[in-house]
């Protein structure tokens, strides 16, 4: 995915927004109840049965910091996030199992909490400049797979 110079700002500009802790969290917690098959792989974080428990589920809280972590060090290296992503997309292929087209709707859930963030300074023009990020994400968390 090529990102032009103004596309590159806009992403910067939304992940300045973006608080890695608290909205890592929020996304984690979207993605297990509005996508509740993704529970499957967390077996290891103990009661995620309903939204009360996900959402104060510590193990939610400390991964949704590590998945923002990594989305924050792939801005970092933007023109070159499928190589930089490698291992971790391997990672998730070989040892976790996850179905990459859950990548899909982790960055669904990051869209919708971005967008809540931004307001109305998540304009159309800003809204295409992430999308092509994040579907530039989601092909290379997708590259270990074949
Ligand atoms: C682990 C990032 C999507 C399931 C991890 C780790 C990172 C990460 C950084 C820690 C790796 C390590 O400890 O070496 C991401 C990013 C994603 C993403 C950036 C998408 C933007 C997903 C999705 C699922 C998933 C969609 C499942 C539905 C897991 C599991 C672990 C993990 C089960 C291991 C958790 C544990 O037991 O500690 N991920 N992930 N990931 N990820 Fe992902």
Redesign the pocket.
């Known amino acids: 995915v090529h990102l032009s110079a103004d596309e590159k700002s806009a992403i910067n500009a939304v992940w300045q927004k973006v608080d890695i802790e608290k909205d890592g969290h929020e996304a984690l917690t979207r ?1 297990l109840v509005v996508y509740p098959w ?1 529970q499957r ?2 077996s ?2 103990g009661n995620l049965s309903n939204v009360t428990a996900i959402s104060g589920n510590a193990k939610v809280h400390g ?1 949704g910091k ?2 923002l ?3 924050d060090e ?1 801005i970092h290296h933007i023109d070159d996030i499928k190589h930089f ?1 490698s291992a ?1 997309s391997k ?2 292929a070989q040892e ?1 199992h ?2 990459p087209e ?2 899909k ?3 669904d859930v ?1 869209a919708i909490v971005v967008a809540g963030k931004l307001g109305t300074a998540f304009t159309p023009q800003v809204q295409a400049a992430w999308e092509k990020f994040s579907a530039g ?2 092909a290379a ?1 997708s590259h270990g797979y074949f």
């Open positions: 993605l993704t792989y967390f290891s974080f991964h590590k998945v972590s990594a989305v792939a992503l971790l990672k998730h976790l996850v179905d859950n990548f709707r982790l960055a990051l994400l989601v968390l």
